[in-house]
Each structure stands twice: as structure tokens, then as C-alpha cells.
């Protein structure tokens, strides 16, 4: 349907496995599990002898590995090799309504379909429909290029956030499919526990046309200052920066062979496969990315950070305490660290208005930069932040909670958040391939 154009959207031609068996064909995201080869390594003992999207991607564990262009190319053959050997059911014409439950017992929804690349832009104070959320790092681009350049296939593991607090688009589709009774395409258990994914067909002109109208309503509460911020990625910003490259070096080769404007238009690699999910579902969670600093001056570096960001420093009686005062506060840090051989913790409560790692890591790179030696990592769950935090030389930082409310609005103003600012649920919650789309 034309209508969705303006939103940069495309009904796509899915491709479903004829044999569905979710715990074979459906497999994480290729950017999880990086350092745990134990994870992959189940995973193919879990699909070994099945049709499976584990032989369609290359898990980011093995990028570092030799024999990378053969790895490569052996995926290649086998999109091929499942395409002609009838693994695929007809492709259909459709999106997707997808309901995942995930192992912590949460379900999300989302809508799978087709993103025009042309709308989306990953530099910072892009004025595009579709938005990075995260810095990107041009050095991981051209590796993942190689995988995708005439690749026969393309599964999606990109997420896309919709802005969406009335709940009137995607969940809205959801209860026209429950009231009705539709069968689904697909259901079943996701491997090594990962919860289970069910979805439907949306491809009635009626399902349709109510998605495009929710999406005129999005498109216009999301148009300010001349520009319409539609859609921010959430998960897969490098995946989805490389598709864009991808598409414009293949835009560049249909134009200097003299290609129509329609043959443009209608080139696949012009199109990427996404889910979209509201920012406001009650399954999606968002989790800040705490922060350790080794081999600084810490009393310096919480002097600085006070100055910067126009803080109090208020000491903290326990660990507990510290973790309820910053869960409870979309503007308050917390810090745990060693001095003298005693424990400190403190809060730095702040008046921050935008996502708070927008405000601190800026403060961070600035004041790290006259220390020599000294080093950061970025940690995920409370625990770890106070078992590295006592020790010697190490200070841990806890952020405050993602603020759903004000995040479209800190990346319209301010571009895309620093490095490691969130992440979206466990790693066994994210995406796993399913759909599929020809590609070239």
C-alpha cells in the first residue's frame, strides 16, 4: 500500500519456513552472547540436522575467528540452498503482529514490516523519520557489509521504537486479532528457554488501512521544528547502519548502469526488515548500563562531576539505600568506592531533565582525558557495580532508570545518546530471527 511510504514503511513479502519449529529455526540475535561460545555452541547442538536461521547469520562471537570469508560464503550458499530447496513456504505479502514471551515472564508486542532505508540516518542531528538512538561506530560498518553484500536473504533482528503513550497502533492491532479469533502463522518455545513468540498475518485491506491511519497520528505528534522524528532504533543500530550502507552502494551501481527511477524504488536492497515496538509496552524494558572507573582520582572525579552537573552529594548509609535512592529518581547517580579502606557511597542528586547518561558520559570522557592509565567499563545489574566497587582504585556508578517519557525528545535535541546507555531487556529477551525476505 502507497500510504505507508510516508511513513517510510513498505508491506514486505515474507518468507515463512513451510515446517515451523520454533525451537530449531529461530535464533538470537548475532549480537548477543559475544563472549560466551558455549551459548552458540548449544544452540547448534539444539538445531544440528533442521532447517535453521542459525545457518543464516554469523554470530559476532566468531567475527574475530579465522576462516571468516568461508563462514561467509558458506551462509550464502545455504540462503540459496533453502530458498531453492523448498524449506520456504510461498512468499506472502504482509506484516506481522508477533507477541513474545519472554523467560521473565514478560510479553511485548510488535509488528513486523519493511523500512525504506532513505528514511532513516544515523548521524547525530539527522532531521530523518527513523533515528539512531546510540552512537554509532564507524569501524564495526564495513565487517558486517561483508555479510550482507549479495546476500540472497535478509532476517530481521532490528528493533525500531515507536513513540506511542496512547497504546493506539500496535497494541490496537493486537486486540482487533484477539477479538476476531485469527489463527496464527506461527507459535512455539524459543530454544534454551528463551520463552515463546507467536504471530499473525496482517495483510486485510481493513488491518491495513487502520495500521496507516494510527501511524498518520504518530507521523503528526511526532512533526516539530520542520521535521518528523517517527521511529528511534532500539536494538540493531549498527545492523541497520550497515543495511543503509549496503543499500547505497547498490543505489550508486543502479544509477550508473542507467536504471529507471521505479527500478530505484523498487530495488529489495532498498528495504530492511524491522519489528517495530512501542517505547510505552509494558514488556519492554529498558535498563540503564551502569559504569565502573578504574585508576582515577576518585575524590577528583566526584568533584568534577558535582561542578558539571550542578549536583549535591548526599552520603548514603547501605548498598540497598543507594539502589532504591537512584531506582526512585530519573536524575540522581550513585556511587560506591573505596577510600582510606573504608566504603563510601554516595548520591549525586542532580536536575537533570534529559536521560541521564546524556549529561553524565560527556562529563565522564572530559574529566578521564587528563587522567593518565586510567580506564572504564560498562556494567549491566546493581550486584557487579558493588562487588567491583570495593575494590581498591575502582569506582562504581550506578545510573537511574531509562525515562521512557523523555527519551524521543533528549535524541530530537541533543542527537544520539553516548555509547552503552541502555539496553532493552536481558539478552535472552531480544530478537530472534523468524521472517525472512528475498534480498538480492
Given at each position: 500500500?502507497?500510504?505507508?511510504?510516508?511513513?517510510?514503511?513498505?508491506?514486505?513479502?515474507?518468507?515463512?519456513?513451510?515446517?515451523?519449529?520454533?525451537?530449531?529455526?529461530?535464533?538470537?540475535?548475532?549480537?548477543?552472547?559475544?563472549?560466551?561460545?558455549?551459548?552458540?555452541?548449544?544452540?547448534?547442538?539444539?538445531?544440528?540436522?533442521?532447517?535453521?536461521?542459525?545457518?543464516?547469520?554469523?554470530?559476532?562471537?566468531?567475527?574475530?575467528?579465522?576462516?571468516?570469508?568461508?563462514?561467509?560464503?558458506?551462509?550464502?550458499?545455504?540462503?540459496?540452498?533453502?530458498?531453492?530447496?523448498?524449506?520456504?513456504?510461498p512468499p506472502q505479502r504482509m506484516m506481522v503482529y508477533l507477541e513474545r514471551t519472554t523467560a521473565y515472564g514478560?510479553?511485548?508486542?510488535?509488528?513486523?514490516?519493511?523500512?525504506?532505508?532513505?528514511?532513516?540516518?544515523?548521524?547525530?542531528?539527522?532531521?530523518?523519520?527513523?533515528?539512531?538512538?546510540?552512537?554509532?561506530?564507524?569501524?564495526?560498518?564495513?565487517?558486517?557489509?561483508?555479510?550482507?553484500?549479495?546476500?540472497?536473504?535478509?532476517?530481521?533482528?532490528?528493533?525500531?521504537?515507536?513513540?506511542?503513550?496512547?497504546?493506539?497502533?500496535?497494541?490496537?492491532?493486537?486486540?482487533?486479532?484477539?477479538?476476531?479469533?485469527?489463527a496464527p502463522l506461527y507459535q512455539g518455545d524459543l530454544m534454551q528457554e528463551s520463552g515463546s513468540v507467536k504471530g499473525w498475518a496482517v495483510e486485510s485491506d481493513g488491518d491495513l488501512k487502520a495500521a496507516s491511519d494510527a501511524l498518520q497520528k504518530l507521523f503528526d505528534a511526532g512533526t516539530k521544528d520542520g521535521s518528523t522524528f517517527l521511529f528511534a532504533v532500539g536494538d540493531g543500530n549498527h545492523s541497520l547502519a550497515t543495511a543503509k550502507a549496503v543499500w547505497e552502494e547498490e543505489k550508486k551501481r543502479l544509477q550508473e548502469s542507467g536504471a529507471s527511477a521505479e527500478q530505484i524504488h523498487e530495488s529489495p536492497v532498498r528495504l530492511a526488515l524491522v519489528e517495530i515496538v512501542n517505547i510505552y509496552d509494558q514488556g519492554l524494558t529498558f535498563e540503564p548500563i551502569h559504569r565502573v572507573v578504574f585508576k582515577a582520582d576518585i575524590p577528583a572525579l566526584l568533584n568534577f562531576l558535582k561542578e558539571k552537573l550542578d549536583g549535591t552529594l548526599v552520603q548514603v548509609q547501605s548498598e540497598s539505600e543507594l539502589e532504591q535512592k537512584v531506582k526512585a529518581s530519573a536524575n540522581t547517580f550513585g556511587f560506591y568506592w573505596k577510600e582510606g579502606g573504608a566504603q563510601k557511597i554516595a548520591a549525586l542528586e542532580t536536575k537533570i531533565s534529559d536521560l541521564a547518561v546524556s549529561r553524565l558520559q560527556p562529563a565522564l570522557d572530559e574529566f578521564l582525558k587528563s587522567q593518565a592509565g586510567a580506564e572504564i567499563d560498562y556494567i549491566h545489574g546493581a550486584e557487579e557495580i558493588f562487588r567491583l566497587g570495593?575494590?581498591?582504585?575502582?569506582?562504581?556508578?550506578?545510573?537511574?532508570?531509562?525515562?521512557?517519557?523523555?527519551?524521543?525528545?533528549?535524541?530530537?535535541?541533543?542527537?544520539?545518546?553516548p555509547r552503552k546507555s541502555f539496553s532493552m531487556g536481558e539478552a535472552s529477551e531480544k530478537r530472534f530471527y523468524l521472517e525472512a525476505r528475498r534480498l538480492f
Open positions: 500500500m502507497k500510504n505507508f511510504e510516508k511513513f517510510g514503511l513498505r508491506v514486505p513479502e515474507i518468507l515463512l519456513p513451510k515446517k515451523f519449529d520454533a525451537k530449531t529455526w529461530c535464533a538470537v540475535a548475532c549480537d548477543q552472547y559475544t563472549q560466551d561460545k558455549n551459548y552458540w555452541e548449544q544452540a547448534q547442538k539444539t538445531a544440528a540436522g533442521c532447517p535453521s536461521t542459525l545457518n543464516l547469520i554469523f554470530p559476532e562471537v566468531y567475527l574475530n575467528d579465522s576462516g571468516k570469508a568461508e563462514r561467509i560464503q558458506k551462509i550464502k550458499e545455504t540462503m540459496a540452498a533453502y530458498i531453492n530447496g523448498g524449506v520456504f513456504a514478560r510479553t511485548r508486542r510488535g509488528l513486523v514490516c519493511a523500512l525504506d532505508l532513505d528514511s532513516y540516518e544515523w548521524k547525530p542531528f539527522s532531521t530523518a523519520l527513523v533515528r539512531a538512538t546510540e552512537a554509532t561506530i564507524l569501524e564495526r560498518i564495513p565487517p558486517r557489509m561483508e555479510i550482507r553484500r549479495g546476500a540472497p536473504l535478509e532476517l530481521p533482528h532490528i528493533m525500531l521504537l515507536a513513540n506511542d503513550p496512547a497504546h493506539i497502533f500496535i497494541e490496537e492491532i493486537g486486540k482487533k486479532i484477539a477479538a476476531r479469533g485469527d570495593k575494590e581498591d582504585g575502582a569506582l562504581g556508578v550506578l545510573l537511574p532508570p531509562v525515562a521512557k517519557d523523555s527519551f524521543f525528545d533528549t535524541i530530537a535535541r541533543l542527537g544520539p545518546l
